[in-house]
């Protein structure tokens, strides 16, 4: 079975800073990964997916991320935080296989201090 | 129209209530799901429905029944809640269930159960 596993269930960053929000999978078969950032009261937004395609994925609102399968990592990354970045981050998996559900990671909650 | 829309946004019930969430999308996406989402927890699959059939039902309890009357539409039928039952329910919809094709997720229905 695949799942995920996101490291640190908070970071705080200031605004401008650099963000980095971690997540490994395990999976027996190729996955394929997502981001979602769910922001307070709101259902989910998908920021960005792994689809074998190209290892580096760019998404929305300047988020990108690599799948380093040696590493079996896919860490979100940002150059420069906003304000407006802060929300809940869910990495998510599934495999490549018809009608397979998506797995989410326990999620990490973003803060970005002024 | 990358939309789903999710009615009420708020729900509170007694315990013998019958009470009913919809969803609804217009991208011609052929599945559907629905989701409980607990405080500061990833949401956890309840039902998937593939062309208008019930897929993939996750020992859900009978006091929650989903209905599919056409591929825009979703509807989860409530009864006899308990209030451990209060929680975000997310209807979320795709092209197909296929492990490749992202899912888009409505704002919610916030519900709690007295």
């Known amino acids: 079975a695949q799942s995920v596993t996101q490291l640190g269930s908070h970071v705080s960053v200031s605004e401008g800073a650099l963000v980095l929000l971690r997540c490994n999978y395990s999976?027996?078969?190729?996955?394929?990964l997502f981001w979602y950032v769910q922001y307070p009261n709101q259902g989910l937004q998908l920021l960005l997916k792994?689809?074998?395609?190209?290892?580096l994925v760019k998404g929305i609102n300047g988020f990108e991320a690599e799948f380093k399968k040696s590493e079996t990592s896919f860490h979100l990354t940002k150059p420069s935080a906003h304000m407006s970045d802060a929300a809940e981050y869910f990495c998510a998996v599934t495999k490549k296989s018809s009608g397979d559900k998506l797995t989410f990671g326990t999620g990490t909650r973003l803060a970005v201090r002024p | 129209d990358t939309e789903v829309t999710q009615t009420p946004k708020h729900l509170v019930m007694g315990m013998t209530n019958k009470k009913s969430l919809k969803c609804e999308q217009h991208m011609g996406h052929r599945a559907m799901y629905w989701y409980k989402q607990k405080a500061k927890k990833p949401p956890e699959l309840m039902f998937v429905y593939s062309y208008e059939k019930l897929s993939i039902n996750e020992s859900v309890p009978s006091r929650f029944s989903p209905e599919c009357p056409n591929s825009s539409l979703l509807n989860l039928h409530l009864h006899a809640l308990q209030p451990e039952d209060s929680a975000l329910y997310l209807c979320a919809s795709s092209q197909a269930d296929r492990a490749l094709y992202e899912q888009y997720f409505g704002p919610g229905t916030r519900l709690t159960v007295t």
């Open positions: 999976s027996s078969v190729p996955p394929y």
């Open positions: 792994y689809t074998s395609a190209a290892t």
